[in-house]
């Protein structure tokens, strides 16, 4: 039975006695905000984005397993980044389910930027995912643009208030679905003297509107190397004074440690022995699965990867011979409208193939089809770069074409099919 309140960052009662690791298996950030900087083998920097090694799906479980041995009181896995775990939603998506298989007990939870967190709320809530942090510094697009360098939704790069607009109308939506599914939020706002730090108890109320359950202002820790590394910090003074005014309206979190991307331990006292722990697992070895030995292909006609898996009524399976590739047989794909059954449906079919070339896909079926064990390739061009990529490791160099199927990169991939 899980047992919420054993949560350290949201429960201070369960500070001092659970301990909680966070799986650092999302590498990439789809957000460019002007206080953060991703560090790798960085031991000396505890704060967000530093993580010592990234891990994979099997690795974050291995290492999991042995942390659940070192230390019994390991009650919560979170998944922080180093960049956002709905920029990397296979990696994120593959570990939430290892770790939820093989520990039914274990509190689960999330940070992100809340991007791209909505079209993956219901798969959330089937793996019992029970706190999720959204960082969310403000409702102005203004201000909020003089945070972020660059937004990118879509496959598609906003810069300015445009970008703003688009990263706070996905907070919001995501923060409400969250809520509807019973799932306990919790905001973070970065606190940054000068622009945002007038509107952060305003902030407050509207989340308060929202549902959101608890709120933590974080002061900005100016970064060298980043826009704002000549800021200067928050005076306790100040922090004080705006925890003040949030109480109004939402409870405020005071004991938050700035937690690395592979924090491990009591929060504010991680296990030192672990990191050791880290380091082993990170070399094991963990390779495309080389005893699947096809690969699915979406086509139009054969020849070239142009066709989104949404409007693919069958794919084309490939396999390496000595005499280069071949194409062995068409494989049909189960019929629309049977929503996430039907990638589940694929994704069984398809477990000879190590991986699938696709012209574009949603992130319903990307998530399924990934933990399946199936690499995905989103590209466009010849298939044969494509399975060069794959079975010989060779740089893929893909068309950037946007049109090269009917329903184009903004499909809504909600497993309905086409649209």
Known sequence: MIDIKTHPCFNKDAKGKYARVHLPVAPQCNIHCNYCKRDYDCVNESRPG????????????????????????LSVVG?????DPFANPIQT?????????????????????????LPYVDELKELEVSHV???????????????????????RGYFGEQAASILLKNQLEAIRALKRAGITVKANTIVVPGINDNAVVDLAAEMKKLGVDIMNTIPLY?????????????????????????????????????????????????????????????????????????VAVTSHEGLLVNQHLGEAAQVYIFRETPNGYRMVEQRPTPKPGAGNDRWEKLAESLNDCRAMLVGGIGPSPSSVIGRAG???????????????????????????????FACGSDCSGKGTGCG
Not at 93 to 113: A, G, P, Q, W, Y
Not at 135 to 142: A, D, L
Request: a negative charge.
């Open 93 to 117: 998506m593959k570990t939430l389910h290892l770790i939820r298989n093989e520990f039914t007990d274990m509190v689960l939870c999330l940070s992100s930027n809340g991007l791209n967190v």
């Open 79 to 83: 998944i922080a980044g180093p960049g």
């Open 50 to 73: 530093v993580t010592s090694e990234v891990l994979t799906p099997e690795q974050a479980l291995a290492y999991t397993i042995r942390l659940r041995e070192r230390m019994p009181n």
């Open 374 to 404: 199936i690499k995905i390739v989103e590209m466009t061009g010849l298939i044969d770069e494509g399975l060069d990529a794959v079975y010989k490791g060779k740089e893929l160099r893909t068309l950037k074409k946007s049109d090269v």
């Open 222 to 294: 100016p970064v060298e190397g980043t826009p704002f590394e000549d800021f200067e910090e928050p005076s306790p003074e100040m922090m004080k004074e705006l925890r003040k005014g949030i109480k109004e309206h939402l409870p405020p979190m005071t004991h938050c440690s700035r937690c690395r991307a592979d924090a491990v331990g009591l929060l504010g006292k991680d296990d030192p022995e672990a990191k050791q722990i880290l380091s082993e697992v990170s070399k094991l070895s963990v390779n495309v699965d080389t005893t699947r030995p096809y």
């Open 133 to 155: 942090t959204i960082t969310i510094n403000g409702t102005n697009t203004e201000t909020l643009s003089k945070l972020y360098k660059w937004v990118r939704f879509e496959k």
